[in-house]
T-cell receptor, first 114, second 116 residues
Framework: KAGVTQTPRYLIKTRGQQVTLSCSPI?????VSWYQQTPGQGLQFLFE???????NKGNFPGRFSGRQFSNSRSEMNVSTLELGDSALYLC?????????????FGPGTRLLVL | AQTVTQSQPEMSVQEAETVTLSCTYD???????LFWYKQPPSRQMILVIR??????QNATENRFSVNFQKAAKSFSLKISDSQLGDTAMYFC?????????????FGQGTILTVHP
């Protein structure tokens, strides 16, 4: 089975722009979670989608949004980029949304905001 | 809400030796799962081992084992016969019940360096 894939792998944007990141889960997985990783804040949960519905959301401003499609692929969007949004964005998929599920991670998208 | 704390920012070990990484957590939930992930320089997060809170038996995966102390809310990772490929950042994580859908709470990580 193919693993979780994320595109693009690297991205450079300037302040004020917006960006869309994509995540394709493992085949058969219906839950996708997104995380932001920075040296200062570590790994922080952004949101989780299951069956095209956002089921859980972390403590991030409304500039961060996401969606999930019927094939379970997910996108996250960051509008009006700020320097502090520079980070590694990781998505993870699991079979379902239960807390017993193991999350499998993609390779991440490294975003640099100039 | 749950919290996860890793008190060792960095650890080092000689190849073939054993090392233990510490993790403590806090949650008000009765049912939860604990995980150790490793993140090598490639930044790919890889599952190392997982533990169900209701199981008293410690999980083991080849050279990796955990010491799960539920009352103390402690979840340490022991790596035996350390190999150079074990060099990575290790994260302890918790996924509790309740409304924590799809949410892993991570510790700050421990950088492990294996020396030849």
């Amino acid at each position: 089975k193919a693993g979780v894939t994320q595109t693009p792998r690297y991205l450079i944007k300037t302040r004020g722009q917006q960006v869309t990141l994509s995540c394709s889960p493992i085949s058969g997985h219906r839950s996708v979670s997104w995380y932001q990783q920075t040296p200062g804040q570590g790994l922080q949960f952004l949101f989780e989608y299951f069956s095209e519905t956002q089921r859980n959301k972390g403590n991030f401003p409304g500039r961060f949004s996401g969606r999930q499609f019927s094939n379970s692929r997910s996108e996250m969007n960051v509008s009006t980029l700020e320097l502090g949004d520079s980070a590694l964005y990781l998505c993870a998929s699991s079979f379902s949304q239960g807390f017993q599920e193991t999350q499998y991670f993609g390779p991440g998208t490294r975003l640099l905001v100039l | 809400a749950q919290t996860v704390t890793q008190s060792q920012p960095e650890m080092s070990v000689q190849e073939a030796e054993t090392v233990t990484l510490s993790c403590t957590y806090d949650t008000s939930e009765n049912n939860y799962y604990l995980f150790w992930y490793k993140q090598p320089p490639s930044r790919q997060m890889i599952l190392v081992i997982r533990q169900e809170a209701y199981k008293q038996q410690n999980a083991t995966e080849n050279r990796f084992s955990v010491n799960f102390q539920k009352a103390a809310k402690s979840f340490s990772l022991k790596i035996s016969d350390s190999q150079l490929g074990d060099t990575a950042m290790y994260f302890c994580a918790c996924n509790a019940g309740g409304t924590s859908y799809g949410k892993l709470t991570f510790g700050q990580g421990t950088i492990l360096t294996v020396h030849p």
